[in-house]
Antibody
Framework: EVQLVESGGGLVQPGGSLRLSCVASGFTFRSYAMNWVRQAPGKGLECVSAASPTGGSTYYADSVRGRFTISRDNSKNSLFLQMNSLRAEDTALYYC?????????WGQGTLVTVSS | QSALTQPASVSGSPGQSITISCTGTSSDVGMYNYVSWYQHHPGKAPKLVIYDVDKRPSGVSHRFAGSKSGNTASLTISGLQAEDESDYYCSSYTSSSIWMFGGGTKVTVL
């Protein structure tokens, strides 16, 4: 059974940093692209970052480029999102999502709240 | 990067068919056959119901069908059931190598 378990969310002040983690199981992690998708309160879904199977290619939405960094440790079946210079508009539920063409498995999400 | 355009809401009676449109550009929907649709019940993780424009994942009802013409994709739900009431999001792979989502459509079963 595929499982994606996110952690690392919490309350942070504007300008602060957080590092999200996602541990994967039930599939060959190193063979698949992985993504971070967020949903702000009352808003729709937004893909903020993607990583190729090796992690050698990474991609970002304009809204987070230069502030967020995606990485992965295939030896530990783990995906990460380092979030710096956080803003109020980054407040959202962040999902770890498996897939390249489409997101076939999603975690339950970890909540990030940016507020003073 | 602008979100794909979906109607805010669509409704139908049990047994009817409804169609949700998803309009993008020549850099996303029009360029790639990598359009997907997700059903999202509040408080739960989104569920993939259509991928690669018109393919259904294992376990997804045949009542869900996807299509695409030019820069617009569509999701049709036939034989509408109460359990289909949910939010639906379209998504497309883009020339920026990440997914672009639509704004979401709330489906109401009357």
């Amino acid at each position: 059974e595929v499982q994606l378990v996110e952690s690392g969310g919490g309350l942070v002040q504007p300008g602060g940093s957080l590092r999200l983690s996602c541990v994967a199981s039930g599939f060959t992690f190193r063979s698949y692209a992985m993504n971070w998708v967020r949903q702000a309160p009352g808003k729709g879904l937004e893909c903020v970052s993607a990583a190729s199977p090796t992690g050698g290619s990474t991609y970002y939405a304009d809204s987070v480029r230069g502030r967020f960094t995606i990485s992965r440790d295939n030896s530990k079946n783990s995906l990460f999102l380092q979030m710096n210079s956080l803003r109020a508009e980054d407040t959202a539920l962040y999902y770890c999502v498996k897939g390249g063409d489409a997101g076939d498995y999603w975690g339950q999400g970890t909540l990030v709240t940016v507020s003073s | 990067q602008s979100a794909l355009t979906q109607p805010a809401s669509v409704s139908g009676s049990p047994g009817q068919s409804i169609t949700i449109s998803c309009t993008g550009t020549s850099s996303d929907v029009g360029m790639y056959n990598y359009v997907s649709w997700y059903q999202h019940h509040p408080g739960k993780a989104p569920k993939l119901v259509i991928y690669d424009v018109d393919k259904r994942p294992s376990g997804v009802s045949h009542r869900f069908a996807g299509s695409k013409s030019g820069n617009t994709a569509s999701l049709t739900i036939s034989g509408l059931q109460a359990e289909d009431e949910s939010d639906y999001y379209c998504s497309s792979y883009t020339s920026s190598s990440i997914w672009m989502f639509g704004g979401g459509t709330k489906v109401t079963v009357l």
